[in-house]
Antibody, heavy 121, light 107 residues
Framework: EVQLVQSGAELKKPGESLKISCKAS????????IAWVRQMPGKGLEWMGI????????RYSPSFQGQVTISADKSITTAYLQWSSLKAPDTAIYYC??????????????WGQGTVVTVSS | DTVMTQSPATLSVSPGERATLSCRAS??????VAWYQQKPGQAPRLLIY???TRATGIPARFSGSGSGTEFTLTISSLQSEDFAVYYC?????????FGGGTKVEIK
């Protein structure tokens, strides 16, 4: 079964760093892009960026460029989303997602369960 | 950047009735549009891709149409499990973009 399993909920203070994970299984990790999507409380879905684990090619949405870092570790089939200094507006649910086909330009049919990140002093 | 605009924001429909959701792109995205359903506390689920192809396991009451800049998701006869929020998404241009969502609620 193709699956993306994300790390657990996080409660952090402003200014702290954080790295959340997305563990892939059931398919060849290197061949499919993985994207990250933000959903702020009560709001819609926003694309943050995407990574191709095969060669670590990474693209960021302009809104998130410089604000987060996306990475992947092929040896443990895991993608990451990290912040160096969190802010209260980073409070959201973060999803990882995989496209239907091994193509950056495709719909996303596999989703992680989401990681709730709360940033509060 | 391509902006996706959905309407209406909220749609009140009685069970068994038809629901028609609209999505407009700020520039042509050919037929590279997907629709997702999201229920409270759950991750989005892919319903439709390529404007009109149902994803695996999606019932036939869900259908998609359109091209260029105007797209529609139709639910032919609403079931209780269909009350949710629906998002369109374009994957023709980078950055990929979602619409703001349409909440389908019970009338």
């Amino acid at each position: 079964e193709v699956q993306l399993v994300q790390s657990g909920a996080e409660l952090k203070k402003p200014g702290e760093s954080l790295k959340i994970s997305c563990k892939a299984s059931g398919y060849y990790f290197n061949d499919y892009w993985i994207a990250w999507v933000r959903q702020m409380p009560g709001k819609g879905l926003e694309w943050m960026g995407i990574i191709y684990p095969g060669d670590s090619d990474t693209r960021y949405s302009p809104s998130f460029q410089g604000q987060v870092t996306i990475s992947a570790d092929k040896s443990i089939t895991t993608a990451y989303l990290q912040w160096s200094s969190l802010k209260a507006p980073d409070t959201a649910i973060y999803y990882c997602a995989r496209p239907r086909d091994s193509n950056i330009a495709d719909a996303f049919d596999i989703w992680g369960q989401g990681t709730v990140v709360t940033v509060s002093s | 950047d391509t902006v996706m605009t959905q309407s209406p924001a909220t749609l009140s429909v009685s069970p068994g009735e038809r629901a028609t959701l609209s999505c407009r792109a700020s520039q042509s995205v050919s037929t590279t549009v997907a629709w997702y359903q999201q229920k409270p506390g759950q991750a989005p689920r892919l319903l439709i891709y390529g404007t009109s192809t149902r994803a695996t396991g999606i019932p036939a009451r869900f259908s998609g149409s359109g091209s260029g800049t105007e797209f529609t998701l139709t639910i032919s006869s609403l079931q209780s499990e269909d009350f949710a929020v629906y998002y369109c998404q374009q994957y023709n241009n980078w950055p990929l973009a979602f619409g703001g969502g349409t909440k389908v609620e019970i009338k």
